[in-house]
């Protein structure tokens, strides 16, 4: 066995790789760029080394300075996780030519399989059923058309090379088919550096399964069973589970030995998967689509069911051992369910979003793991993967799983970056999951069941009520605790105490990412405060002779109890430095919050709430508060690749003018309605923030009634 292995990764692969060199008392090296010299995988390394700035070509993408990493610091093999140089033949002969062992398969068959177009052709000779497609390899974008046209829409668009959902293009209307092609191949040179594509029969309503196997150096070839990855946006998956509840132990069978025949047509060693598109009507007609030749991201629930470390696996396989058990001898326990956590915003399309983790609380223990590379403190940028964690739970059965995973979910806390934990608890308890009804497109099909419905009430109490600091807290009277260790003047002026009148209104102005602003109204009456709650358009909702506000209940409906514009009654029963629980008209509820510098960060069941200060006058000053149907703003964190358009331009609706990147992901941004773009704010390379202008667009109508003003 290796004594020191060096971790070509990072993030929560990284922490996942080391557990088990740490486990198998191996030395581990981590690597680490600029953006990381904080992370976790550098902190829990035994010795960490930087190999560049941020940008993933100049660091994690190097094959040299990943080999120097590994000369300077006695390194015997390198571990790629997955991602970045995980399936580049490149980089895997480049190890071997240096006496490195590479813990995966030989650069033949990394770069046999990577080929999506050779590997079709390969196992089919093999005997392995394949989907419907193109053929021959470098295909010109004629030739994509008309291959299209022959298999009939809908088509996919893939690129060759590279895998993870990157690229990938669902065409429905051959009339886009030119444009998207254009796209695919963009997106696939700026992730693999290939823009190689093939097309493919699109399979309505398909089931995604795919199968592990295992293979050493000496011939041993044997599968661990499937696992159901059918629950997926964008093309990407966002749940995975084992065993499978469409398969019966015939076609469990029979794709195993598909996929041990597949692995064995490449001469693969190491851990692998082999992916197969399945028909939910007709589960034995199963189609290859590719085989991954790397660990997967969801290889903990096979680890779970099976009682197999795969990273273990992997290493035994490498230093030259052979597998110590056979087909005959894998056995599946349990059920097992995996969660992947992210950094983007499902109500934004899952656009990716950023920050700095202020508050962290990740489950663990008994039938609950986490594998993360997350640490308080450290912030998450749009230069790389945005998967921060995984959250995965092993049960005895599938409907006990569900239950478990859902609430280790509600137990996870991260605060300063947007994630997906609460839309994943919602996908969880979907009638169309819990009965294992899948397929690939039910998230996008169902989304708008699976998002929450605005704003709840209590979030905006919460954060008035810590807004109005130690005078929300319980207990009328003289000087009153308030839980952080100090003392309150119950004549402080703060509190808007009037001399023989009813206190003041303290006006509080919020507004979250993607809302619109909101005023919040709080004033000290006994023992708590009094809430109301207005839109922008109403400035002074109780004041003497004007209209009365929506009150906090109103807005939500949330059955609160009070007529309209009487405001509610909430008071701060407990806080700590990192939970609040607050009464609302007599409900209590309970947050995880932290501070940052643009307002307040609350937490519940996996939701989280950027409730951010908001000055309405400064806004308005700054631009920032124009918003419209003529403004485009950017709807993540990231950098602008691509312009097309300048000041003056005459654009169509829904032409395109920018391009933003973040995380690997293209969002593209198109005019609202024909018309002048009027302003331009970017450039390409320009990084932009979450909602900041970029362009504005002004309706041609609009614009000649301005000059004609002038004349």
Not at 186 to 203: C, K, P
Not at 461 to 473: H, I, K, T
Not at 679 to 691: H, I, K, R, S
């Amino acid at each position: 066995m290796f004594s020191t292995v060096l971790v070509a990764n990072r993030g929560e692969i990284a922490v996942r790789v080391i557990r088990t060199l740490r486990q198998l008392g191996i030395r581990s090296v981590a690597v680490f760029s600029d953006a990381d010299a904080d992370a976790r995988h550098v902190r829990e390394a035994d010795t960490a080394v930087r190999i560049g700035p941020a940008a993933a070509a100049e660091s994690y993408l190097s094959v040299e300075r990943l080999l120097d990493a590994a000369r300077r610091t006695g390194a015997e093999a390198v571990h790629p996780g997955y991602g970045f140089l995980a399936e580049n033949a490149a980089f895997a002969q480049a190890c071997a030519d240096a006496g490195l062992a590479f813990i995966g398969p030989p650069a033949s068959a990394i770069n046999l399989m990577g080929d999506k177009i050779r590997a079709k052709e390969t196992v089919k000779a093999a005997g392995v059923p394949v989907v419907p497609g193109s053929s021959g390899s470098g295909l010109t974008d004629a030739e994509l058309v008309a291959a299209a046209s022959e298999i009939g829409m809908p088509v996919l668009l893939k690129p060759s090379a590279g895998g993870g959902g990157k690229g990938m293009r669902l065409v429905r209307d051959e009339a886009v088919l030119a444009e998207e092609i254009a796209a695919a191949r963009r997106e696939a040179r700026s992730s693999f550096g290939d823009d190689t594509l093939l097309v493919e029969r699109w399979v309505d309503r398909p089931r995604h399964i795919e199968i592990q196997v295992l293979a050493d150096a000496h011939g041993n070839v044997v599968h661990l069973g499937e696992r159901e990855c059918s629950l997926q946006r964008r093309h990407q998956k966002v749940i995975e589970e084992a065993p499978s509840v469409l398969l019966d132990e015939k076609t469990r069978a029979a794709m195993g030995a598909a996929a041990v025949d597949a692995a064995r047509s490449c001469g693969y060693v190491g851990a692998g998967t082999v992916e197969f598109i399945v028909p939910g009507g007709d589960p034995s007609s199963y189609y290859f689509m590719e085989m991954n030749t790397r660990l997967q991201v969801e290889h903990p629930v096979t680890e779970l069911i099976t009682g197999l470390d795969l990273v273990e696996q992997q290493l035994r396989v490498a230093a030259g051992t052979p597998l110590d058990f056979t087909q005959s001898e894998v056995t599946l326990t349990g059920h097992a369910i995996e969660a992947r956590v992210c950094a983007e915003d499902p109500a934004r399309g899952f656009l990716p979003s950023g920050g700095t983790v202020l508050a962290l609380s990740e489950p663990s223990g008994g039938a609950v793991r986490t594998d993360s590379g997350l640490t308080a403190g450290v912030p998450v940028g749009s230069t790389y993967d945005p998967m921060l964690s995984k959250v995965i739970v092993h049960g005895p059965d599938r409907a006990t799983a569900l239950r478990m995973l859902r609430g280790a979910l509600a137990d996870t806390v991260i605060l300063g970056v947007q994630t997906n934990a609460g839309f994943l608890r919602r996908l969880l308890a979907h009638p169309d999951v819990v009965s294992g009804d899948l397929d690939t497109g039910l998230v996008e099909r169902d989304l708008p069941s699976l998002l929450p419905e605005g704003v709840p009430a209590e979030v905006y109490a919460a954060a008035a009520l810590l807004a109005q600091g130690p005078r929300a807290l319980p207990g009328p009277g003289t000087q009153t605790p308030d839980g952080l260790g100090r003392w309150v003047d119950p004549f402080d002026a703060g509190d808007g105490w009037r001399l023989g009148g009813t206190p003041a209104w303290t006006v509080h102005h919020f507004r979250l990412p993607g809302q619109d602003p909101v005023e919040v109204r709080s004033r000290l009456r006994g023992a708590g405060c009094e809430l109301l709650i207005s839109d922008s358009a109403d400035p002074n909702p109780a004041s003497p002779g004007g209209t009365p506000g929506r009150s906090l209940g109103e807005i939500e409906a949330r059955g609160l109890g009070q007529s309209p514009g009487a405001p509610a009654r909430g008071r701060i029963i407990t806080r700590t430095p990192d939970t609040v629980t607050i009464e609302l008209d007599g409900v209590t509820h309970r947050f995880s919050h932290a501070t940052s510098p643009e307002g307040t960060w609350l937490g519940r069941d996996g939701d989280s709430w950027h409730v951010q200060t908001y000055d309405p006058v400064v806004a308005n000053l700054s631009g920032a508060g124009r918003g419209g149907a003529d403004t485009l703003a950017a709807p993540m964190p990231g950098t602008v690749t691509v312009v097309k358009v300048a000041v003056g331009d005459t654009v169509a609706a829904g032409q395109s003018l920018l391009v933003v990147e973040a995380m690997k992901m293209e969002h593209v941004i198109s005019a609202p309605h024909a018309g002048t773009v009027t302003e331009l704010d970017v450039t390409p390379g320009t990084t932009v923030a979450m909602d900041q202008i970029l362009a504005v667009v002004t309706p041609d109508e609009d614009a000649n009634e301005g000059k004609e003003g002038a004349a």
